[in-house]
């Protein structure tokens, strides 16, 4: 088995989520019954995900990968707890910042999302 975990990152976890939207994409989709050719992940429409929780590993992994793929970010968590100066320095030297959205209101962060990710508050 292979982690990757680190205080900053956790890639395996957003493989592990990738795969899960991929698998259940038929639920972002017109076509609810598509048809695939095998050992071929169904497509997936860009994405609207948003992440309540402080600034945490997973997050920072959602923040360099999600918007290379064409997906949104909504996040809301407290100011303090935000990305720490590495993490977002990598973000936006990616180019990754302009799909990201921050607030601290939950609500305002779910607004129009297709995903919720939560975690600690």
């Not at 999600?66 to 970010?73: A, C, D, F, N, T």
Request: with cysteine.
């Amino acid at each position: 088995m292979l982690n990757a975990l680190s205080s900053f990152w956790h890639p395996t976890q957003i493989l592990a989520d990738l795969l899960t939207l991929h698998e259940h994409s038929h639920q972002f989709s017109a076509d609810k019954n598509p048809k695939n050719a095998p050992f071929r992940l169904p497509d997936l429409r860009p994405l609207t995900v948003a992440y309540v929780g402080d600034s945490a590993n997973v997050l920072h992994d959602m923040l360099v990968t999600y918007p290379r793929l064409g997906h949104q970010l909504r996040v809301a968590s407290p100011k303090q707890y935000r990305a720490p100066t590495e993490v977002w320095n990598r973000v936006k030297e990616l180019d990754c910042d302009k799909d990201i959205y921050w607030s601290e209101d939950p609500k305002e962060a779910v607004l129009g999302a297709d995903v919720v990710v939560t975690d600690t508050w």
